[in-house]
């Protein structure tokens, strides 16, 4: 049985050496290259495919793999949204990710990132490296006096929900499907606009699809609280960046939190030697701002989701060529 896994970052690779070592019936090979129609042939032979990306797995590039016979793809991630679904399927090749790697790391990341927002720790930073020790103006706000309207309770939205709490905050949530645990302690509103209404910060953690692109618009934020704070760990396509700067520019928005762009793509997790360098002028002007914190997708990177990534994708791929089964195999 062979499984050749594409991407392997370098710290990824020990865990890589580890699982192989502990399932030594399973022959691995390993690039550093992603998965597309450049590298695809290296993948003739294998039984199985594991991947991380943010680039499209492209129709081209999963009619290829359905050409070897490969029929088993695993994600070491969360997100399916780069998956061409119609390739998928078309070639019957199923598809897994890793659900839950670490829902904690993203949402103590979030949370992290809020405190920081609300204590305005980015301008004392700078105040105080200039030798400016003051105070005022910058007084913050305080979380146990506001209300969090979670957008989608997955599992991450349940992990940050747990935090939120801890620090006292008043929460509530929407979503499509209701946690049956949190019904009962009655968090959910009844609509997106509602949550926009009443919430002093929205959190959103909700995968991208194709209907909520954009989801948050000049339209959703003039319905907000003005001196809204903004929190996205998610996806860079649920946010209409310029709608965003507008809202950030009028003082609608109080202060964002992105870990995610939706122009991210090549340039997050690349280093480009200084910050003028940085190719995206839109990127920089929200990097620019203190009462915006810009990270590069990095709310998901600690040890224990790394090591939960490699892992869980590589037995969901084994199980799948062993028994045509796994608990992680993705509805397209
Ligand atoms: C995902 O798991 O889909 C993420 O967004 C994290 C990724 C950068 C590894």
Redesign the pocket.
């Known amino acids: 049985m062979k499984i050749i896994a594409y991407g392997i970052r370098d710290d990824e690779k020990p865990y890589l050496d580890k699982w192989s070592e502990e399932n030594s019936d399973v022959e691995v090979e390993s690039t550093g290259k992603l998965l597309d129609e450049s590298t695809v042939d290296q993948a003739k032979g294998a039984d199985g495919v594991v991947t ?1 990306q ?1 680039k499209p797995y492209t129709a081209a590039v999963l009619d290829k793999l359905g050409s070897f016979g490969i029929k088993f793809l695993s994600l ?4 399916v949204d780069n998956v061409d679904a119609d390739a998928a399927k078309r070639n019957n090749i199923q598809v897994t990710n ?1 659900p839950a ?1 670490s829902p904690q790391a993203i949402a103590e990341f979030t949370v992290t990132e809020l405190m920081r927002l609300l204590r305005r720790t980015p301008t004392f930073d700078r105040k105080q490296a200039n030798g400016d020790l003051r105070w005022a103006p910058d007084i913050a706000d305080e979380l146990n006096q506001m209300t969090v309207g979670v957008f989608a309770t997955g599992r991450i939205g349940r992990a940050a929900i747990q935090i939120y709490k801890g620090f006292g905050a008043k929460v509530i949530a929407y979503d499509i499907f209701h946690n049956p645990e949190l019904e009962k302690e009655g968090i959910y509103v009844d609509s997106p606009d509602e949550l926009y209404a009443k919430s002093d910060v929205l959190s959103i953690h909700a995968p991208a699809t194709k209907e909520n692109e954009h989801m948050l618009n000049d339209d959703a934020f003039s319905k907000m609280k003005d001196g809204v704070y903004i929190l996205n760990p998610a ?1 860079g396509t649920l946010v209409d960046t310029d709608a965003l700067i507008r809202a950030l520019d009028s003082g609608k928005v109080a202060g964002a939190a992105l870990d ?1 762009y939706e122009d991210e793509v090549g340039i997050f997790n690349t280093d480009f030697g200084s910050f003028d360098k940085i190719p995206d002028e839109r990127l920089k002007n929200l990097m620019k701002r203190e009462n915006v914190l810009v990270t590069p ?1 990095i ?3 600690t040890k224990r989701a790394v090591r939960n ?1 490699v892992y869980f994708a590589m037995d969901a791929n084994k199980s799948l060529i062993q028994t045509g089964k796994s608990d992680k195999l993705v509805k397209l």
């Open positions: 991380y943010q070491r991630n969360v997100g890793v790697y996806r995610v997708h709310a998901f990177y990534m």
